[in-house]
């Protein structure tokens, strides 16, 4: 299947996100560049806040011939198109999943800390605070899953569905 014009620069702007740290932002007229991350990375998360910014959580860098595993974390303000670093997380982890909670917080659960094994911790960040605490665990590590947090009222109120991989 070939590529039209304007599909492939899609694509390569999302490629030198990845391995370059900058960030084309995809407005109505198309990708925009935007600015850099203070830190490259890949396999991160990318969480959209009440406030309108985004929470970049994690991930893994270059370093030489060989991968690292990140626990800094950077917000990034659309209005101005600037990253500013926040709290890092309490371990490095990367295969993670971030889900905005209906406090605002964000639940930041499993992946893969710097030695390569799952993880089965969790930790909640709060924008306000601009800091990460450590949460209850998970029964199981989990990698690569996904997460939906329930807006619901009553007895499910807080609960989350997790979507495994297997």
């Known amino acids: 299947m070939k590529l039209r014009k304007r599909n492939r620069v899609t694509v390569l702007a999302i490629l030198f996100t990845f391995f370059f740290g900058c960030v084309a932002y995809a407005g109505p007229g198309g990708f925009t560049y935007t600015g850099n991350l203070n830190n490259a990375r890949v396999q991160h998360t990318a969480t959209l806040l009440n ?6 959580a994690g991930g893994q860098y270059v370093v030489g011939r060989a991968w690292a595993t990140t626990a800094t974390s ?9 990253f500013t670093t ?3 997380l309490q371990i490095g ?3 993670h999943t971030a889900t905005l909670l209906n406090s605002g917080n964000v ?3 499993g992946g893969r800390n710097g030695s390569n094994v799952d993880s089965a911790t969790a930790e909640i960040y709060n924008p306000a605070a601009g800091a990460f605490a450590a949460t209850g665990s998970m029964h199981t590590p989990r990698i690569s899953h996904r997460n939906v947090a329930q807006q619901r009222d009553g007895a499910d109120r807080g609960r989350l569905l997790q979507l495994l991989r297997w």
């Not at 406030?51 to 970049?56: A, D, P, R, S």
């Not at 950077?74 to 600037?82: A, D, I, R, S, V």
Request: charged share 10%; proline share 4%; net charge neutral.
């Open 74 to 82: 950077e917000l990034y303000n659309p209005t101005t198109g600037n």
């Open 107 to 109: 639940l930041v659960i």
């Open 86 to 88: 926040t709290g890092s």
């Open 93 to 95: 982890r990367y295969l």
């Open 51 to 56: 406030t309108g910014t985004v929470l970049v």
